[in-house]
T-cell receptor, first 114, second 111 residues
Framework: DSGVTQTPKHLITATGQRVTLRCSPRSGDLSVYWYQQSLDQGLQFLIQ???????AKGNILERFSAQQFPDLHSELNLSSLELGDSALYFC?????????????FGSGTRLTVV | GNSVTQMEGPVTLSEEAFLTINCTYTATGYPSLFWYVQYPGEGLQLLLKATKADDKGSNKGFEATYRKETTSFHLEKGSVQVSDSAVYFCALSIKGNKLVFGAGTILRVKS
């Protein structure tokens, strides 16, 4: 157990629907990062939050949004889902030192859009 | 921009063979460098890291040396085991910002 908890582990939904992925960071970590892993695009950075505020944005679609709550857990919302959104979505966390010291990853949520 | 290039896989080796997975980077700035490993059905785990030139990261028999002159961070292991079969990702970070990953290299070790 890495200390980063992601739920659910698997999600199957239809095109056009909306889903919410949840992440609880490792105890004491203030930063949360979301990544999308697909076969054709590899690991793509989506967004980072630090202590409740958006810190950096990557290739995140407008249909996707995220937030980090006061208890530091984060949610990634994916709407108007398309077949191409099927992927593994990883959450990672780090302490105040950020990426220079590495992240701790959760085990991911596998999203299948049918 | 910042990017990481890894050798394409899959790499298939027999047990106890020597492993090298090449990684080179392009960075606007002075990056920290990492290797992550992903076992089947799991998330990524930090394998080793190096934060300045000529540093050597090591863990579980794996090593990588930060070479600024060749912008490289090649992963090596002297004797691989079947349990090392996984996907290996090289990555960089600059000033604590987001990790940028390479495409990943699949390693398969046969007994």
């Amino acid at each position: 157990d890495s200390g980063v908890t992601q739920t659910p582990k698997h999600l199957i939904t239809a095109t056009g629907q909306r889903v919410t992925l949840r992440c609880s960071p490792r105890s004491g970590d203030l930063s949360v990062y979301w990544y999308q892993q697909s076969l054709d695009q590899g690991l793509q950075f989506l967004i980072q939050y630090y202590n409740g505020e958006e810190r950096a944005k990557g290739n995140i679609l407008e249909r996707f949004s995220a937030q980090q709550f006061p208890d530091l857990h984060s949610e990634l919302n994916l709407s108007s889902l398309e077949l191409g959104d099927s992927a593994l979505y990883f959450c990672a966390s780090s302490d105040y030192r950020g990426g220079d010291y590495g992240y701790t990853f959760g085990s991911g949520t596998r999203l299948t859009v049918v | 921009g910042n990017s990481v290039t890894q050798m394409e896989g899959p790499v298939t080796l027999s047990e106890e063979a020597f492993l090298t997975i090449n990684c080179t980077y392009t960075a606007t700035g002075y990056p920290s460098l990492f290797w992550y490993v992903q076992y089947p059905g799991e998330g990524l785990q930090l394998l080793l890291k190096a934060t300045k030139a000529d540093d050597k990261g090591s863990n579980k028999g794996f090593e990588a040396t930060y070479r600024k002159e060749t912008t490289s961070f090649h992963l090596e292991k002297g004797s691989v085991q079947v349990s090392d079969s996984a996907v290996y990702f090289c990555a960089l970070s600059i000033k604590g910002n987001k990790l940028v990953f390479g495409a990943g290299t699949i390693l398969r070790v046969k007994s």
